[in-house]
């Protein structure tokens, strides 16, 4: 029977924020500090999660875990992620609802992580197969790059995001991944010309320099010394917990599994290093004769590097760096940079490069992961973005960040109000108007065409004239002074507030109010990059340089000015929100415990902060305005059945009216629920407490009841135990008593049996013994007579040779004796067999080998005589090839027991290759079909290969058009590996009239045979000149008038058990063979 469980069962404080009582700010903090002290860092908020994050492993990830939450209800077990994730999966691949997870937090909260541990569970719980694999290998492995590029250490965090991602995953109708789309918002490109103290430029900076070869640093200039470079801040360079010679690898990885061409991998390279020298570039005044100032650049070294790198000419990148061209309609005016507009140029320049770099990183992966299949996708997207930012500072970037998260709480509160009021619609419960908040006053501050900060801050930048800051201010203070989000000091509400500086202006957000100086705004917003720069960009040789500088083209000269940053962030802001209004939303609200990093450490004041601006209290009041709680029928009827008599322990009608029984016997207030169409809801908290209360106290009674019935079932068993245990004890025991009296007397009755028959045999032996004796003494006296009439019989005959005789009739009788064994004991006629029958006599040693000699002799002519000339030739081949390969080959043992068959392809008899047939006039003497490799890509060609006397031949398999034909003398060695493959080259004299389009790779089944024959055949038709036969697991094959390396590894080839050939790049072709047993 299947163990029900909830998310109330073993509950450390409250597991889900909406059943919080009392409900106030304080006690929303203890109960995320009671659950983060017991490492629950989860809680609900209905179907929001909050994660707290750990800043440290906790074993609550593994595959066992997966399988647990994988296909259960989102509240039938402990918050987690993989609930939320679980929820999300199922509602997409069953109920066909387009999905989206929405994440959110300060920096250091983890959203990152999030997303990831939101994207493998999906990866887990999805389809299997090999394309299906490959689109989740894909889709997880974009993160290392994306992170590369777009992630550094800040003081908050090790690895925090600086770009706002949106994945959107595509599956098909049985919920595998099809392919994905990614999205990037506002990269803080600021930060690779200039970052804060304690904190580090992008991580691929670091990682190139740590993790590149020596050799790939040389191709790139560079040197590993961090300190040769200006953009890359030293005090914070190395990072603990972060190894970035090891990420770099992982990110090279990453992008070749993701499908990057190793020439698109050496470019962006390039342009990471390119960026690294523009920082060292340095200006230096320079006075005109007509007084004015202008810049030259002081060192020239590192921008004539930099030019290489991108192919530039280095005087066009000077004269851009040194001169500006303002180009209005028909006129152009050039005008000198001094060295502040100098410095200025050089930071846009590489601010353009690094930010452009990173949007065509995108676009390039999103090439590779999105879906080649044209039917209707169901999506899920993964929105990890910035959280709420207050800083100590706030700028134009913090502003355009919180106008972001104003329009996702926005749309969170639209989104969890109309999925509230469907569900009440969808039961049947009446649905009332909720108070809440509405935060559309402060988008509308910020977003409106006409008022808003974001149309007046592109109209002053549009304006002609003097525009600064201070212009951009008082032009707010005109417009927005009265609008109650909006304080500035020239308010008359604010004149005396000192709080509120004159550079600066306040706006009241939904988390809070941020103070905002207007420094910088105007110019971040316009990010200017001279057209000059962009021109100079585009003239360069590499072509990636030229796909991310298109305005440079002078063909296509647009003098219309670029959208600024504000309007272009708003446009994609506005996209964004358009997309998640089509899907049902997930909620996941991070947050971290401490600005320490640390683990066990939770900051109240921190925690109650971020509490504040995420606007979770907002939430809970939300869900809570109407019912608290709700509950399916079924899981409530059997949670709280056993509270009642008539419905424990089982109810035997519907559901509902089980739950109607049970709700009238607890007389609980009919105010306090309501009954819907498939669920019961509970409006307050303390009504569920009052009933988990009262099932706690029933479980108590239910577990006395089972112990007491235990208890008495368990002292009966053992007394009737007892009781079979004396009956058996005593049964045994009386056969064992039996058994020995038994024994004793079988004993004695042996012993009486053993002596009687001890007498009777001693008697009989007696006998015996004389009878024996008189026998013996009559057989020895007969023997003696005998002896003596025989004696004196022959005394006359012997002479003194007798001994001379007798010796040689021995010998004479022990050859006689050998060779009839010998005769009788001849080994098999088999030459190999190598038994022989042993001799018997040492003198014999002599002649036993040499007979042993002789009869091999023999019975190898005998074999001999039995062949014929074809089996003779067949012998004769078989013998040059263990010459040619034994010991060197690892093919050829395999290769011994097959029989050279020759025309595999039955030439004159097929009349597929009639044609083929008589446009080779010699005898065929092998036929056979080869794979000829292509050196473009390494595949595999099918060909047909003849060899004749004097030529070789390479037919086309289909129509049999002979492709190329190579006669024997021009045939200078043959080359093969050490390896169990079947590839090898023909190498053609250099000169001859066969060596123009190159030597030839080829791959065949019967390599032995072919190159066999091939040296043998080649001997006879160059004179008794043999082909060299090369092995070797390296050699060089001439491709026209180019030389390619092929190299054979041992690995695990693509298609199984056979080798496969890969060009790595121009001059190297790899061969994967399957490693040997």
């Given at each position: 029977m299947e163990v029900k469980t909830s998310l109330l069962d073993n509950m450390i404080g409250v597991g889900d924020m909406v059943l919080l009582e009392p409900l106030s700010e304080d006690s929303f903090i203890a109960n995320l500090k009671n659950r983060f002290d017991h490492n629950e860092i989860y809680t609900y908020i209905g179907s929001v999660v909050i994660s707290m994050n750990p800043y440290r492993s906790l074993p609550i990830y593994t595959p066992d875990k997966v399988e647990e939450y994988r296909n259960r209800n989102f509240y039938e077990l402990s918050p987690h992620i993989y609930a939320l994730a679980d929820e999300a999966y199922r509602s997409l691949r069953d109920q066909d609802k387009d999905q989206c997870i929405l994440i959110t937090g300060e920096s250091g909260a983890g959203k990152t992580e999030a997303s990831k541990l939101v994207m493998s569970y999906v990866a887990a719980v999805c389809g299997k197969g090999q394309e299906v694999n490959k689109v989740k290998e894909q889709l997880l492995q974009s993160n290392p790059v994306l992170e590369a590029f777009g992630n550094a250490k800040t003081v908050r965090n090790d690895n925090s995001?600086?770009?706002?991602?949106?994945?959107?995953?595509?599956?098909?109708?049985?919920?595998?991944?099809?392919?994905?789309?990614?999205?990037?918002?506002?990269?803080?490109?600021?930060?690779?010309?200039?970052?804060?103290?304690?904190?580090?430029?992008?991580?691929?900076?670091?990682?190139?320099?740590?993790?590149?070869?020596?050799?790939?640093?040389?191709?790139?200039?560079?040197?590993?010394?961090?300190?040769?470079?200006?953009?890359?801040?030293?005090?914070?360079?190395?990072?603990?917990?972060?190894?970035?010679?090891?990420?770099?690898?992982?990110?090279?990885?990453?992008?070749?599994?993701?499908?990057?061409?190793?020439?698109?991998v050496q470019s962006v390279l390039e342009l990471v290093a390119a960026v690294l020298k523009l920082g060292n570039i340095e200006f230096k005044p320079d006075s005109r004769s007509n007084g004015g100032d202008e810049s030259r650049i002081k060192d020239k070294n590192d921008l004539k590097e930099m030019c290489e790198l991108l192919g530039i000419e280095q005087s066009v990148l000077e004269r851009a760096f040194s001169y500006r061209t303002v180009e209005a309609k028909l006129e152009k005016v050039s005008t000198t940079l001094n060295v502040a507009q100098a410095y200025y140029a050089r930071d846009a320049l590489a601010k353009n490069l690094y930010s452009r770099l990173f949007s065509w990183l995108v676009t390039r992966i999103n090439e590779s992961i999105k879906a080649q299949a044209k039917t209707r996708h169901k999506v899920m997207g993964v929105l990890d973005i910035y959280g709420f930012e207050i800083f100590e500072d706030n700028s134009f970037e913090q502003f355009i960040i919180n106008y972001c998260n104003e329009k996702l709480q926005q749309i969170f509160i639209e989104l969890t109000l109309r999925e509230e009021q469907e569900e009440y619609i969808r039961e049947g419960i009446e649905w009332t108007n909720i108070e809440y908040f509405n935060n559309a006053t402060i988008c509308d501050l910020i977003e409106n065409n006409q008022t808003g900060i974001l149309a007046m801050l592109d109209e002053e930048c549009l304006r002609p004239g003097t525009v600064t800051d201070e212009t951009f201010l008082d032009k707010l203070n005109?417009?927005?002074?009265?609008?109650?989000?909006?304080?500035?000091?020239?308010?008359?509400?604010?004149?005396?507030?000192?709080?509120?500086?004159?550079?600066?202006?306040?706006?009241?957000?939904?988390?809070?109010?941020?103070l905002y100086r207007a420094e910088g705004f105007v110019d971040k917003n316009n990010d200017l990059l001279y057209r000059d720069l962009s021109q100079a960009m585009y003239k360069a040789t590499q072509s990636l340089i030229k796909q991310l500088f298109p305005e440079g083209n002078p063909a296509k000269v647009n003098l219309k000015r670029p959208p600024t940053a504000g309007s272009q962030f708003k446009a994609s802001v506005g996209t964004l929100m358009r997309n998640l209004q089509t899907k049902n939303p997930n909620y996941i609200r991070c947050i971290k415990p401490n600005d320490k990093k640390a683990s066990h450490i939770f900051t109240e004041s921190l925690v109650c902060h971020q509490v504040r601006?995420?606007?979770?209290?907002?939430?809970?009041?939300?869900?809570?305005?109407?019912?608290?709680?709700?509950?399916?029928?079924?899981?409530?009827?059997?949670?709280?059945?056993?509270?009642?008599?008539?419905?424990?322990?089982?109810?035997?009608?519907?559901?509902?009216?089980?739950?109607?029984?049970?709700?009238?016997?607890?007389?609980?207030?009919?105010?306090?629920?309501?009954?819907?169409?498939?669920?019961?809801?509970?409006?307050?908290?303390?009504?569920?407490?009052?009933?988990?209360?009262?099932?706690?106290?029933?479980l108590q009674d239910l577990a006395t009841l089972i112990q007491k019935i235990y208890r008495g079932w368990k002292c009966r068993a053992q007394f009737l135990l007892l009781k079979k245990s004396q009956i058996v004890v005593s049964a045994w025991y009386r056969r064992y008593a039996q058994q020995k009296k038994y024994q004793r007397i079988k004993s004695a009755t042996t012993l009486v049996q053993s002596y009687t028959r001890g007498w009777q045999a001693r008697k009989l032996l007696r006998q015996l013994k004389y009878q024996k004796r008189c026998e013996e003494a009559v057989t020895t006296i007969a023997a003696f007579w005998h002896g003596t009439q025989v004696r004196r019989e022959y005394r006359k005959f012997f002479r003194a040779n007798a001994g001379k005789k007798i010796y040689d009739f021995t010998i004479q009788r022990i050859m006689q004796k050998y060779f009839l064994?010998?005769?009788?004991?001849?080994?098999?006629?088999?030459?190999?067999?190598?038994?022989?029958?042993?001799?018997?006599?040492?003198?014999?040693?002599g002649a036993h080998k040499e007979l042993r000699r002789i009869f091999h002799l023999w019975r190898c002519k005998k074999y001999r005589s039995q062949f014929t000339e074809e089996k003779k030739a067949v012998y004769e081949e078989k013998l040059e090839a263990s010459e040619l390969f034994k010991d060197k080959k690892a093919l050829y043992p395999s290769s011994v027991n097959q029989p050279f068959k020759g025309d595999y392809l039955e030439i004159s008899k097929n009349p597929k290759y009639q044609k083929l047939n008589s446009a080779v006039e010699e005898k065929v003497l092998l036929a056979d079909v080869v794979n000829k490799i292509n050196r473009a890509n390494g595949k595999g060609t099918a060909r047909i290969f003849l060899l004749t006397k004097k030529n070789v031949f390479l037919a086309d398999q289909k129509t049999g058009q002979v492709k190329a034909s190579v006669p024997l003398p021009d045939l200078a060695s043959v080359s093969v590996s050490t390896q169990s493959d079947g590839f090898f080259a023909l190498r053609l004299k250099e000169g001859s009239a066969s060596a123009i389009k190159g030597d030839f790779l080829l791959s065949s089944e019967h390599l032995i045979e072919i190159i066999t024959k091939l040296h043998r055949t080649g001997a006879k038709a160059t004179d008794k000149e043999q082909i060299n036969v090369d092995i070797s697991d390296e050699f060089l094959v001439q491709f026209k008038q180019d030389k390619v390396c092929v190299k054979f590894i041992q690995g695990s080839p693509k298609n199984g058990n056979s080798a496969s050939c890969k060009r790595k790049n121009n001059r190297l072709l790899e061969v994967s063979v399957p490693m040997t047993a």
């Open positions: 995001s600086r770009f706002g991602k949106y994945m959107d995953i595509e599956f098909d109708f049985k919920g595998d991944p099809l392919g994905g789309v990614i999205s990037n918002y506002l990269l803080e490109k600021s930060r690779v010309v200039k970052q804060p103290r304690g904190e580090r430029n992008f991580h691929v900076f670091y990682q190139l320099l740590s993790g590149a070869s020596d050799d790939t640093l040389k191709k790139l200039k560079l040197d590993r010394d961090f300190s040769k470079y200006n953009y890359l801040s030293l005090d914070s360079a190395a990072v603990n917990g972060l190894d970035d010679a090891a990420n770099f690898r992982t990110v090279r990885n990453a992008m070749q599994i993701v499908g990057f061409m190793e020439d698109e005109t417009i927005c002074a009265e609008h109650q989000h909006f304080e500035s000091r020239l308010s008359k509400k604010f004149l005396t507030d000192h709080s509120l500086p004159h550079s600066c202006f306040r706006i009241q957000h939904y988390a809070g109010k941020v601006y995420l606007g979770l209290m907002e939430n809970v009041r939300v869900r809570r305005a109407g019912y608290a709680f709700r509950q399916a029928y079924e899981p409530c009827l059997e949670r709280y059945k056993m509270l009642c008599k008539r419905t424990w322990p089982h109810w035997r009608g519907p559901a509902r009216e089980g739950v109607e029984v049970l709700m009238a016997d607890l007389q609980v207030p009919t105010d306090e629920f309501a009954y819907g169409r498939s669920k019961i809801f509970i409006r307050n908290p303390r009504t569920l407490f009052f009933l988990e209360e009262r099932r706690r106290q029933c064994g010998l005769k009788s004991n001849m080994p098999p006629m088999s030459p190999i067999d190598k038994n022989w029958p042993t001799r018997p006599y040492r003198f014999l040693d």
